[in-house]
């Protein structure tokens, strides 16, 4: 008769794979107190003391039936320490005698099989493995669980919102802090050419805005270049709302309207401007008489 897992051992395995079954869907350890897990504990325990009394009762029977000498052979595993049964289980090899039973009659040329049990700890691993296997496979298919696309969005979101968050903490150029810096020419470029260049034209020639590139213009609220190019991408123009207001809308920041600025300022003061023979807008409002510093 084989000697059977104590209850506790059999309890411990259960509440393991319990374990890693809930973090696996819930990711993190709050399920520890939810009844869910709870719940699926407490009724898991009672099944492994109704199937260890099942047990109880099934190994009376057997005891009952053997000969004496099954009994006190039986009796005497009993006392050996229940992780040193495994390890022997798991690791020794068999004596002389227990090769003799277990040897499969076909041997050939004097060498002969022996009809080992696979170990216990490997099987063990197998069986775990399929188990896990087929509920990760049904969960992949069926669930939100380990789904790459939806982690890759999750994780999207939670990126941009990290994101805003620090923005948010950022210190933003205003108009009075807000100074031209040839270091911020290249970046600004890049923001003109993805808000601005549909309707200023390529460098700033115009089109449906005005040229950014000639001494004149329509809105001049400010006293520099800079700080009017500021302006008008923070508050829009009050006469034509088709040049909306960048920094109040809330499209830019006011950090990208200093750098935009500078690129507007860059091919305004430090280019040749672009003449309607060059394929530049023709000047509109009226000639500008900036002040130097910005
Ligand atoms: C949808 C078209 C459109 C877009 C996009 C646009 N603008 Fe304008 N912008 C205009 C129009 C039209 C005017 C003229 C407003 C007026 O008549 O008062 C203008 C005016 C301006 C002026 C003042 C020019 C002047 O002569 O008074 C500046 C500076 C300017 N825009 C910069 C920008 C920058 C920088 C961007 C990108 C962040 C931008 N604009 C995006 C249409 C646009």
């Keep these: 008769m084989k000697r059977r897992t104590p209850a506790y051992i059999n309890i411990l395995i259960v509440l393991g794979l319990l374990l890693v079954v809930f973090y696996m869907f819930a990711q993190t350890s709050d399920f520890l107190t939810s009844k869910y897990f709870l719940g699926t504990a407490v009724i898991s325990i009672i099944v492994v003391?109704?199937?260890t009394a099942i047990g109880d009762l099934i190994e009376n029977e057997k005891f009952k039936k053997m000969t004496d000498e099954e009994k006190a052979a039986y009796l005497a595993e009993t006392q050996i320490p229940y992780f040193k049964y495994l390890?022997?289980?798991?690791?020794?090899?068999?004596s002389e005698k227990e090769e003799k039973d277990m040897l499969i009659d076909h041997g050939?040329?004097?060498i002969m099989e022996l009809d080992n049990q696979l170990p216990k700890w490997w099987l063990g691993l197998f069986y775990f493995g399929v188990a896990?296997?087929?509920?990760?496979?049904?969960?992949?298919?069926?669930?939100?669980?380990?789904h790459p696309y939806k982690e890759y969005d999750q994780e999207y979101k939670e990126q941009i919102a990290a994101v805003e968050d620090y923005m948010k903490t950022v210190p933003q150029a205003t108009i009075e802090t807000a100074k031209f810096s040839e270091d911020n020419v290249e970046e600004g470029k890049v923001i003109f050419q993805t808000n601005?260049?549909?309707c200023h034209g390529e460098g700033g020639k115009g089109g449906i805005g005005p040229n950014l590139t000639d001494g004149f213009w329509i809105n001049q609220p400010e006293k520099t270049l800079f700080k009017n190019v500021f302006y008008m991408v923070e508050n829009g123009s009050k006469?034509?709302?088709?040049?909306?207001?960048?920094?109040?809308?809330g499209v830019l920041t006011g950090n990208d309207i200093e750098k935009v600025a500078a690129y507007v300022y860059h091919i305004n003061q430090e280019q040749a401007p672009i003449t309607p023979a060059q394929g530049g807008a023709a000047p509109q409002g009226t000639e500008a008489h900036w002040e130097k510093s910005n």
């Design 132 to 146: 896990y296997c087929v509920l990760y496979v049904t969960s992949y298919f069926l669930t939100d669980f380990a």
């Design 87 to 94: 390890w022997n289980g798991a690791f020794k090899s068999q």
């Design 49 to 51: 003391f109704i199937q």
């Design 239 to 249: 006469n034509n709302p088709t040049m909306q207001a960048w920094g109040k809308n």
């Design 196 to 198: 601005c260049v549909t």
């Design 108 to 110: 050939f040329d004097g």
